[in-house]
């Protein structure tokens, strides 16, 4: 199947990104959000995408235009996948909040529609009766800041067809991305099963008082080299989605260190409008977060 027109349902940090790579390689994208005041954000958030395509793609202005201008947005479900051949889901981690969104997208999308979640850390398998269409509905799940870090983990679960799995992984490609096909369900795909331990093992250090966020990243970077350490990339990811995934982890698992961290996402940072980077400030105040400083990895 050729996908012409793709519709990506949330625009929060990722899903607006989402969008514009999808753009900026020649589809027709349509944003769907659930008020005008979230399409605004996401207009917002497009616009600041162009000069890191200009700078790190080295995109010409009329390239990131033109991008601009296949993208059109919409509060209305049924308007915004009238046509679409593919819908990427990118609303937060949150189980029942997905569930009730696959049961009415399955409702106005049509028939031939293919979905894919780009869930983090849940499972295709946990959605596609949901869906309606399991045959049609997998994971497919990228990176933040795309443009650069242009991974695409394409998962299916036991019912999808072969072709739609495989048609996705040619559609990864056709925008940009490094397809990495996925033969079986893994929670947290590849990148996040190597990379949430890491961030969970950091914020346990955190909560539990052991260093603080500038000590613990220090010692990430200095050890291995990294140019970030586990509080910067959580600022790249963005802090309500780490709250999120630690309050899903506290309910499911009753660990209370994992209750902590999620209370203390919350009350140092989500509710004070520290959500990372994309607000300019999280763990770290941006544009010049203290990682970045000279003197940062000295002693």
Same mark, same amino acid.
């Given at each position: 199947m050729d996908y012409t027109n793709i519709t990506v349902a949330g625009s929060g940090v990722l899903g607006s990104q989402i969008a514009y790579q999808i753009a900026f390689k020649g589809f027709n994208v349509s944003i769907y959000d659930i008020n005008d005041d979230a399409l605004d954000r996401a207009k917002e958030r497009i616009m600041e995408l162009k000069p890191h395509y200009q700078a790190d793609l080295k995109a010409t202005e009329d390239e990131v235009n033109k991008a601009y201008q296949r993208i059109s947005y919409h509060s209305n479900l049924s308007e915004a996948v009238a046509t679409a051949d593919l819908v990427i889901e990118a609303i937060p981690e949150v189980v029942q909040m997905k569930l009730d969104f696959y049961k009415e997208l399955g409702k106005v999308a049509p028939? %031939? &529609?293919? +979905?894919?979640? #780009?869930?983090?850390?849940?499972? /295709?398998?946990?959605?596609? %009766?949901?869906?309606?269409?399991? %045959?049609? +509905?997998?994971?497919?799940? +990228?990176?933040?800041?795309?443009?650069?870090? !242009?991974?695409? %983990?394409?998962?299916?679960? /036991?019912? &999808?067809? &072969?072709?739609v799995f495989n048609d996705v992984i040619e559609f990864a490609k056709a925008i940009g991305m490094v397809a990495l096909p996925l033969n079986k369900e893994q929670p947290g795909y590849i990148l996040n099963s190597l990379l949430v331990p890491l961030l969970d093992a950091a914020q346990q250090l955190l909560v539990k008082e052991v260093a603080d966020v500038q000590t613990i990243d220090k010692t990430w970077m200095?050890?291995?080299?990294?140019?970030?350490?586990? +509080?910067?990339?959580?600022?790249?990811?963005?802090? !309500? &989605?780490?709250? #999120?995934?630690?309050?899903?982890?506290a309910e499911s698992s009753g660990d209370p260190t994992f209750k902590k961290i999620a209370e203390t996402l919350k009350t140092e940072y989500v509710d004070k409008g520290k959500l990372g980077r994309a607000t300019g400030e999280g763990f770290y105040k941006y544009p010049n977060p203290d990682f970045t400083q000279p003197n940062f990895l000295k002693s």
């Open positions: 028939k %031939e &529609t293919v +979905f894919a979640t #780009n869930s983090s850390t849940l499972l /295709p398998s946990q959605f596609a %009766e949901a869906t309606g269409r399991p %045959e049609k +509905f997998l994971a497919l799940h +990228f990176a933040n800041e795309i443009w650069k870090n !242009n991974t695409a %983990e394409i998962m299916k679960h /036991p019912g &999808t067809d &072969t072709h200095v050890a291995t080299g990294a140019p970030m350490g586990p +509080f910067a990339i959580l600022d790249v990811v963005g802090i !309500n &989605t780490a709250y #999120n995934i630690g309050l899903a982890k």
